[in-house]
């Protein structure tokens, strides 16, 4: 919460933040996410084997790193968000070894996606970032745990399918003429 | 881990015969690119090119006939201040390369007349492998590129019935010219210094101090820039050359009590910062902006009725109309595809007619360093393409003569007379560099005035002067009486000051050639002495007068 009050809630927080120049509005500090159902990495995995082959499919993914996302706020839009992997593995239920996979991200809802935690895991990671909204970009962090969801819908990322640099890099400099 | 880095096939046997086709030109060309200068920049810059002019080809499609490497190596410095305190120091250092492929042939090629080419930015340091990465990937799209709009306006072409004749580029004979590396050379402690003092001038000059409450702001700079361009293409041209530009400058702002904004900017631009003007001449400029800046809030507002009649430019005035009326439409642009004029703006079909009156000649000289003993900031030796600058004859006795261009022909003008010129980055555009108004008689300011005089006399009216200008309207201008004597007016604006004014109404021009540098996109000179028009018109600005500031300034220290 800013100064700028909405129903329900009628004074600041101490959370009115924003760029230089910007009006603030309420924003994020360090965000902390904590769990009440936490299990070992290795146990969390397993659950998601588990959950794969209850819903009857081959594989569950486990997303290792992001790059960025972004969700629609704006009360005249769906209230949609997507997360842009980096890191991507297909966990296979039968036991082969994990498979790296490109060009997937996460979409949805928030209500939908967040609603589907089964479990979490026992140690929380840091995410320092920029978040930009309303009132500008902002240094921001969040604290949070693995998380299982049980459904989560995924779609393909835009490919380009421009043509590869035509020739090779040029060769690089031997060590001699590194040092004229 | 997957990544894509196909490389094409070894390229077959029609890749061989297009390197046997191309192999005697790309002979000659090597001839005279063997330049001895120890540059690391050109040197990688050269291997990049050679690699690239031997193996740049997509299978089935053409080769390029001509690549072009620019590195621009931008160096600046700025300071503000804004009410004797300073509100800002900046620093900048840009290199970026540019890339220009043509596919085609001299005759028609893939050029779209916007200034084609890729940028990409460059190491600051010399590592000439970082480079050559910076080269490489630049090329590869301006290639890919340019094969798109070959292909694109072959097509367009086709729509035509008729097409202009002249060559899409010119063919110039390689130069090789290297000139030494600038560095930004100012004592920017001392130039702070005086910004702080100059910006807070009008509260602390006891001269002008007693209307300080009305200024509304005071803002000084300074500003310097240096550009080291290396230019390299598969012609055989190798090239540096640097310019510099440095200016203070001195802003100030007021209204008048009826609401009317009212401003005065000065300054002075110079190739070296020692040739900036001194402090005491800088402090007088601020003392005397501030005194006309009051004298401009006082002053009457021009007539209501419209004024058509003699005004008298001064140098500084003249050079304003004449970059704005005149000058665009002597730098060669090419008009669009399909079109056959000879270029774009006003004097598009005026070759070999009268553009000023039959007393007035323009040259455009480059190569003319200095002036009076000061140097001119639109000097230079070979133009952004790499062809040597000329002195060419615009106008001689009020016929255009001659357009300034660069590689770009257009009709009766096939080669490049040294204009083509090019901001940072940018591509090279057919522009000015040093140009100068000549009179065939001359008058003496007095001459000029006396003039000036003799027909408010003969009319039986006031007559104007004008001595600064803000953009295109006047900023200090004069009613001036039949008997000589002056009044500053404000809130006046010019109109029937065209191209048919410049041709038909200058009546006499002056023996005080005035210096006009700019430090624009690109540095140029114009040099314009004082113009007696003789038929004008002023008329009342009518803009809308904003409120005065509700509060009086904050109380000074």
């Known amino acids: ?180 | 881990m997957k990544n894509f880095r196909s490389l094409p096939s070894t390229p077959g046997s029609l890749l061989l015969l297009l390197a046997i086709i191309l192999l005697p030109h790309v002979g000659t060309a090597q001839s005279t690119s063997q330049s001895k200068v120890d540059d690391p920049m050109l040197k990688a810059m050269q291997a990049e090119l050679e690699r690239e002019k031997e193996q740049l080809v997509l299978p089935g499609m053409q080769r390029p006939y001509f690549i072009e490497y620019r590195l621009d190596d931008f160096s600046s410095f700025e300071a503000v201040a804004n009410y004797g305190a300073l509100t800002r120091e900046e620093e900048g250092r840009q290199r970026v390369v540019r890339v220009t492929v043509r596919i085609g042939d001299y005759k028609v090629d893939s050029s779209t007349g916007r200034g084609d080419g890729t940028v990409q930015l460059a190491p600051q340091d010399n590592d000439p492998t970082a480079l050559r990465y910076a080269l490489w990937t630049a090329t590869d799209e301006a290639y890919k590129n340019a094969l798109r709009d070959y292909s694109t306006k072959l097509a367009a072409l086709q729509q035509f019935q008729t097409s202009r004749s002249e060559d899409d580029f010119s063919r110039q004979t390689a130069t090789v010219h290297i000139e030494p590396l600038r560095k930004l050379d100012i004592d920017r402690k001392e130039w702070e210094k005086r910004i702080i003092e100059a910006s807070g001038l009008y509260a602390s000059a006891p001269e002008v101090s007693s209307f300080a409450s009305s200024i509304q702001y005071s803002t000084a700079n300074i500003r310097a820039m240096t550009l080291n361009r290396y230019l390299i293409n598969t012609e055989g041209t190798v090239l540096r050359s640097s310019l510099s530009g440095y200016n203070n400058a001195i802003s100030l702002g007021s209204q008048a009590d009826d609401g009317m904004r009212l401003a005065r900017d000065n300054g002075s631009v110079a190739v070296t910062a020692s040739e900036l003007e001194s402090w005491p001449a800088f402090r007088k400029q601020v003392i005397d902006d501030l005194k006309t800046l009051d004298a401009l809030r006082k002053a009457p507002v021009v007539d209501a009725e419209d004024y058509h009649g003699p005004v008298l430019f001064s140098g500084d005035a003249a050079a304003d109309v004449i970059n704005h009326l005149f000058l665009d439409n002597v730098e060669a642009d090419r008009p669009d595809l399909g079109t056959t004029a000879r270029t774009r703006g006003a004097y598009a079909s005026s070759y070999k007619a009268r553009v000023l009156p039959e007393f007035m000649s323009v040259v455009d000289n480059p190569l003319e360093a200095k002036f009076q003993g000061r140097s001119l900031l639109g000097s230079y030796q070979v133009d952004d393409e790499g062809v040597p600058a000329q002195k060419v004859d615009v106008v001689t006795n009020g016929r255009l003569e001659n357009y300034l261009i660069g590689r770009e022909p257009v009709k009766d003008f096939g080669i490049s007379n040294g204009h083509g010129r090019a901001a940072p980055g940018a591509p090279a555009h057919s522009r000015s560099g040093v140009l100068i108004f000549t009179s065939s008689h001359p008058l003496s300011p007095q001459e000029l005035n006396n003039q000036l005089l003799s027909m408010a006399k003969e009319q039986k009216r006031d007559v104007y002067a004008v001595e600064t200008m803000g953009g295109e309207a006047p900023r200090l201008l004069y009613l001036v009486h039949p008997d000589g004597s002056r009044q500053l007016v404000r809130g006046a604006a010019f109109d029937e000051l065209d191209n048919r004014s410049l041709r038909s109404e200058i009546r006499a021009a002056g023996n005080d050639p005035y210096v006009n540098d700019s430090l624009g996109v690109l540095p140029q000179t114009t040099i314009v002495p004082s113009l007696l028009f003789g038929d004008i018109e002023v008329k009342r600005a009518t803009e809308e007068q904003q409120k005065l500031p509700y509060y009086p300034p904050p109380p000074a220290k």
């Open chain 1, 1 to 180: 919460m800013s100064r700028l009050p909405i129903a329900g809630f009628s004074a600041s927080n101490g959370h009115g933040r924003a760029e230089t120049g910007r009006m603030p509005t309420g924003r994020q500090g360090n965000l902390i996410v904590s769990s009440s159902k936490t299990v070992s990495d290795k146990d969390l995995r397993q659950m998601l084997i588990a959950e794969a082959k209850r819903q009857g499919k081959p594989y569950g993914l486990y997303f290792e790193d992001i790059s960025s996302g972004f969700a629609v706020t704006s009360r005249r839009s769906p209230q949609a968000f997507q997360v842009i992997p980096l890191v991507v593995y297909r966990v296979f239920v039968d036991g082969r070894p994990d498979e790296l996979v490109r060009g997937v991200s996460i979409v949805g809802t928030p209500q939908a996606a967040l609603t589907r935690i089964v479990a979490t895991g026992n140690k929380q990671d840091v995410f320092n970032g920029i978040c930009g909204a309303e009132s500008g970009s902002i240094p921001v962090s969040a604290v949070a745990p693995a998380m299982l969801v049980s459904e989560i819908e995924t779609q393909r990322q835009a490919q380009g399918n421009a043509r590869p640099p035509i020739l090779p890099p040029p060769p690089a400099a031997t060590g001699k003429e590194n040092k004229r």
